[in-house]
């Protein structure tokens, strides 16, 4: 939109030249405003590219930070599931520990229950050896000693 300025001027009929002049210096004024006007509209445009150029430069940043935000998102949930794997491998160490002590002392038990059977064993034999008549446990020690 152009603005149109129309110029009242009194119309001095005795005195065309000074009119003239006066319509000349009018107009200087006018193109004096319009050249203002003109430079201050093309200034805005040249500041509406630039805030427009800075807008674009910012959404770029935008997309940016927004991936950095999501590679950090992802970074705590990957830190999230190693420490849960941590965890995870911390009580798979502890049940292999304390299942290494039951078989530790499963080893004991059986080496003390081997250990109480050939006792046993001995003592039975000890037994059937003294219920017989003396002359064959004597018979039957000398065996054992020359067995042994």
Do not use: C
């Amino acid at each position: 939109m152009i603005p149109i300025i129309v110029i009242e001027t009194e119309v001095e009929a005795s005195n065309d030249a000074s009119f003239i002049e006066r319509l000349r210096a009018a107009l200087v004024r006018e193109k004096g405003m319009h050249a203002a006007m003109r430079a201050a509209y093309d200034g805005r445009g040249d500041v509406l590219r630039e805030y427009w150029q800075r807008i674009q430069g910012m959404d770029k940043e935008i997309v940016q930070l927004k991936h950095q935000v999501t590679i950090l998102r992802d970074g705590n949930e990957m830190q999230a599931e190693l420490l849960r794997f941590q965890d995870q491998v911390d009580e798979l160490g502890r049940r292999n520990t304390d299942l290494a002590a039951r078989a530790e002392q499963a080893d004991q038990l059986e080496a003390q229950l081997e250990a109480a059977d050939r006792r046993i064993d001995e003592l039975e034999a000890a037994l059937a050896i003294a219920q017989l008549p003396a002359e064959s446990r004597d018979n039957v020690i000398n065996l054992v000693r020359r067995a042994a």
